[in-house]
């Protein structure tokens, strides 16, 4: 019985180590941004694709200095941050990727690539440059692509802006 006893009280207290230790790394947006880092630049995205959407470089660069805003606790900063993203859209193509019986497209797909430059002045072995890419596929039978065109968007900026926060901060 004392054997059983003993067996217990170590069972709860390893237990309690793991979850007090693995409450104290925990980030809810998954985000390692270390303490120092205050403020961080986000500088506009110009459009250098052949097929250039008049808004999207407005809307891509809000919606990156948007996600850093809800998923951080840095300060963004015109110039001289303690990190810089920095880039342009180097890609936006309409494709099809179904073909329907009478040659036509019954499913189009929307990409957007925008290289990225990442400066970490505080850690400089952080720093990147890479290309990200994300699409959204819709269909002519919702109506015609202009109608469709800033929801695509919004949802393309959305993956975007997510893989190259987690690229930044998370490590991902």
């Not at 205050?38 to 660069?61: C, D, H, M, R």
């Not at 180097?90 to 073909?99: G, S, W």
């Not at 290309?131 to 692509?145: K, V, Y």
């Amino acid at each position: 019985m004392h054997k059983f006893i003993l067996n217990i009280k170590c069972f709860i207290i390893l237990s309690s180590i793991l979850i007090f230790q693995s409450c104290g790394t925990y980030s809810f947006s998954g985000a390692s941004i270390p303490a120092e880092m205050k403020t961080i630049s986000v500088q506009f995205f110009e459009n250098n694709s052949a097929l250039v959407v008049p808004y999207l470089s407005q809307q891509f660069t809000e919606a990156l200095k948007e996600r850093i805003r809800n998923q951080s606790r840095l300060s963004i900063v015109r110039v001289d941050g303690d990190a810089n993203l920095e880039g342009r859209i180097t890609d936006y193509t309409i494709r099809p990727v179904a073909i329907q019986g009478n040659d036509r497209a019954g499913l189009n797909r929307v990409t957007v690539t925008v290289n990225v430059k990442y400066t970490n002045s505080l850690n400089p072995e952080l720093n990147f440059e890479q290309s990200f890419q994300a699409f959204q596929e819709f269909s002519l039978n919702q109506g015609p692509i202009q109608t469709q065109e800033q929801k695509l968007l919004t949802l393309i900026n959305r993956q975007l802006t997510e893989n190259i926060f987690n690229k930044a901060f998370a490590n991902w």
